[in-house]
Structures are given as C-alpha cells and as structure tokens.
C-alpha cells in the first residue's frame, strides 16, 4: 500500500504554525483527555497546535471501510489500534490526511469538525502506550568509545563482541514514565572511596541518555525470528526517550551483569509517537560497519533516519542552556539490525514493546548524549547561566530534549521530552 500522507505538496485547512513540528505530513499519534475530563482518555492524531479525537471521527464513520473500531480509539493506550498492524495503521494515516487536506471539504464542513478538532490547549498528553518489555540497546560507537576510554583501556576502548552484535540488555518497563512527569533522585549502594566499603546513599551522579525509543507491533511467535528485511513492518514509530542513568550506582552495581539500580529507576518518552511511514522521506544510509558483519545483520537499502537531536538543562528562574547537539543518523547498528539480532534466537517480539536505542552520540563533543561525556567524567564542567557549573544532573534541573527531520521544506517533529530531577523521598 502506497504512503499518500508523506507528500511535500500536501496542505491542510488546519492551520500549521510556520516551523511546527507537526505538520500535515506527519499526523503522529497518541492517547489524550481533554482537561475538562482527564479520566476519559482517546487516540488521538497531532496537526499543528489542535488535536483530532479518532474515537470521536470513528463515531461519525469517517473510518467505516477500515478495519477499525470506535473501541480502538476509546483506549487508555495505542496498542489495541496497533493490533490490526502497520498496513492498517499506513491506511488510516492516509485517510486522516485525505481528511485534513485543504482541498478536501469533506470533514472540514461538517458540524461535527468542532467536537473532534480540539486546541492543544484543551488536553492533556498521557502515556501513549502500554509498554509489556523494554530493551535497552548501546548502539552508538561514539558513545561506547568515550565510556571505553574513561573506563578501560583508551587504546582498547570497545569490547571484543562490539563491532559485531548490536550489545543489549532487558530494562524495568513499569518505571518508563511520559514526559512532564518527576523524577526522584534515587538511592543505593555508591562506593565514593575506591579504597573502602560501599555506602547506601542517595546517588550524587544523575545522568540523562538521549536516546530514540522504537515501539513494536506484534512481531513472529516465539521460535521465529525477524530479518533485516522484515523489521520495519514490524516497527509502528519512534519516540524520544531519556534512560535516566545513577552513574554512581552503576559503576558498583554492573559487574557482572550490567545494569540494575542506575537504570531501572525511572526512562522518559515523548508522548507523541512519529511513525516510521512519516520518517521514510528521511532514511539514510547506516555508518560503514567494520569488520563486515555476519549474514543475519545484512541489510539493504537506508535503515537509518536523519534526526536532529538537542538537549537543554533548565534551572530554576533562569534560562534553558542547550549542551547537546547530535543527531540518529550517527548509530551504527541500525533499529533493523537491532530487531534482527533481538529475535535471532526466537525471542516474540509482541505489541507495544519498546526498544531503547542506547546513548546517541556522535563524533564532536558538543554531539555527545550524556553528561558523563559532556563534562568529560566530571573534569569538564559545563557553565549554566547562573555562573553555577554541572558535573552531573542536580536537584530541580529540568533536562530538555527535543527531536525533528528536515529537507524540501518539511519539518517533522517529535516535540520534546522534558522531566525535573527531585530530591530523594
């Protein structure tokens, strides 16, 4: 079925404000209430600064010749719309745009466009998805270098097993959280003194990991796998994403099976999810892979996306300071590569699954996605506007991220990702 949404010459009647991650072209979806009801949450699609409630489109039968239900939109959560799978969800898109097109009076005349063209303004964004497991790749070579460097042996930064599995692990999905929603600074065992016992304390080396997370629909059953060639029809979209880190924590903790407590406190998504049919005018090639990898990661064509990515700390009663600017474009194993890899054993891959796609940094410092690496292990640190400086993330900061692609005119964007860092309770 062919993508009629992605068109550069579409236009809506929906006013788009100039420079808005969401225009026509991009119809992201998510789960919403209007605030005058917060317990009664719908799927909605994002245009510009209003929102369109399917559950109330699919009443007045604008979907009837598709698969849909009204049921489907009348959900706390994406996943039972995603159940009918991606050319389903292609179809819908498409019709949502056919609605929205300016040429098209179809909807835009009709009296029922006042109940379900609602402002921004008059909702509140939830958690899109109902996420059932959560993997965390470390895909970024860049990013894996710098740690390698700070940690290990600068001259041999990256593990053997590197640069050929795209390296994972299984992350908490009970404490991904939707953005807009606090963090506690959370506590455990931190060993301060190389030289002396552990304490129990609260950590004093909060991170953020900008990241891109991708949500599945329902994969194979379990002993199957998914090749390179498969994986994007079994990828519904993307969202930004922020795997919170307790360094600290971490160093302790990791030996020997990798993160536990540094991790599994809290993850912020963007509410927003982009799909992956709106992001094709954007695929790019993958960075050359070195040595060349084994059959089942071969892939064909442009499995990577041009992104442009930043992150900004904000301080109380003062300004945000943007400290990254990086781009997806610059992982190495590709979210192909990944699905591949994650089910090569037959590990099922079900609806609602979302896959972290670990730190993205790229080759300048100013690219890196981590304090960590930003302010170099803490002997770099970065000035705020208040003439204060941060080694790590502390108490009341707030870190920002935001995500768009951009060529022939058209933005699309993943709005942001914003999350405050409290004190411990």
Request: hydrophobic letters at 40%; aromatic letters at 10%; proline letters at 6%.
């Amino acid at each position: 079925m062919q993508i009629t949404a992605n068109q550069a010459h579409l236009k809506s009647w929906v006013e788009v404000p100039a420079h808005s991650d969401f225009p026509i072209q991009n119809l992201p979806f998510g789960v919403v209430s209007e605030c005058s009801s917060p317990t009664q949450k719908f799927v909605a699609v994002r245009i510009g600064d209003h929102v369109l409630n399917l559950a109330a489109m699919a009443e007045y039968g604008y979907f009837d010749d598709l698969v849909f239900s009204q049921q489907d939109f009348q959900q706390d959560y994406l996943n039972p719309m995603m159940k009918h799978g991606k050319m389903a969800v292609r179809a819908l898109r498409n019709r949502i745009s056919e609605l929205l097109l300016d040429i098209n009076n179809s909807f835009r005349l009709q009296q029922e466009q006042h109940v379900a063209l609602i402002p921004v303004s008059a909702v509140e964004t939830h958690m899109p998805v109902q996420i059932g497991d959560y993997t965390d790749f470390y895909s970024s070579k860049e990013h894996a270098t710098n740690v390698g460097m700070m940690f290990r042996d600068p001259a041999n930064a990256l593990l053997p097993n590197w640069l050929w599995i795209p390296v994972g692990y299984h992350g908490r999905a009970s404490s991904v959280i939707a953005s807009g929603q606090d963090v506690y600074r959370p506590k455990g065992q931190i060993k301060p003194d190389d030289n002396a016992d552990p304490i129990y304390a609260p950590s004093r080396q909060i991170d953020f990991e900008l990241e891109m997370g991708f949500i599945t629909f329902d994969g194979k059953p379990l002993g199957q796998q998914i090749t390179t060639a498969e994986a994007e029809d079994h990828i519904f979209g993307l969202c930004l994403f922020n795997d919170w880190s307790a360094r600290d924590i971490q160093k302790w903790e990791y030996v020997p099976l990798g993160p536990f407590l540094a991790k599994n406190f809290a993850s912020s998504m963007s509410c927003w999810i982009v799909t992956l049919d709106a992001l094709q005018p954007f695929a790019t090639a993958t960075p050359a892979q070195h040595p060349e990898v084994l059959s089942y990661l071969k892939f064909e064509g442009n499995k990577s996306y041009d992104i442009q990515l930043e992150v900004a700390i904000e301080i109380p009663q003062h300004p945000e300071k943007i400290v990254s600017k990086s781009n997806f474009k610059y992982m190495y194993w590709n979210m192909a590569q990944q699905l591949a890899h994650h089910t090569v054993n037959g590990c099922n891959i079900r609806c609602g699954d979302l896959m972290g796609s670990g730190t993205i940094s790229g080759p300048t410092p100013d690219s890196y996605g981590s304090m960590l690496e930003l302010a170099w292990k803490g002997t770099q640190p970065i000035q705020m506007p208040d003439g204060s400086e941060r080694r790590f993330i502390q108490d009341h900061d707030t870190v920002i991220m935001r995500g768009y692609c951009e060529n022939n005119g058209i933005k699309i964007g993943f709005g942001e990702v914003k999350s405050k860092l409290l004190p411990s309770l």
